[in-house]
């Protein structure tokens, strides 16, 4: 029913800027290492070299991420729906394992053009220091932005 109300209204614009938001299946810490963090950012540089969408920012969390992209040639639903299948295809035979990596759905902000994309995009990255995994920025791993 969450997914539901998530779908209500969303609008998928060419050229704009969306926060993304996904969660894993029952927010299990999958992405605790980099090995496995990484099938993750090879899933967000897939869509990128497809040309669905421009990565400007992103940060890979134990059991969630997020990503600041400019949506391309790709709505947000088939964007989402690529990216989270990759990596959770890729995740299970890395790990060996079945089922489900994602939680339904996933959460969207469209950027509105005056604002601040750096301010977004250190929202973002930032995120490791404010869940208190490590203290400065540059200790996480699992992060990047067009600006760095």
């Known amino acids: 029913m969450h997914g539901l109300r998530l779908r209500r209204g969303r609008i998928s614009a060419k050229q704009h800027v969306y926060l993304l938001t996904a969660v894993t ?47 391309q040639d790709c709505s947000l639903g088939g964007l989402m729906r690529n ?26 902000r469209g950027l509105r053009r005056e604002e601040d994309l750096k301010a977004a995009a250190r929202y973002v990255i930032a995120n490791p220091v404010r869940a208190g995994l490590v203290e400065r920025v540059g200790d996480y791993p699992l992060w990047d932005a067009v600006w760095v």
């Open 25 to 71: 299946f029952h927010r299990e810490r999958l992405f605790i290492d980099w090995a496995t963090g990484r099938t993750l950012v090879n899933a967000f540089k897939a869509a990128e070299d497809s040309g669905e969408a421009k990565s400007l920012a992103w940060v890979v969390m134990p059991d969630h991420f997020h990503w600041l992209v400019k949506l």
């Open 83 to 108: 990216v989270k299948s990759k990596s959770a295809l890729d995740l299970n035979r890395q790990r060996e394992t079945v089922g489900p990596v994602w939680q339904r759905g996933y959460h969207d």
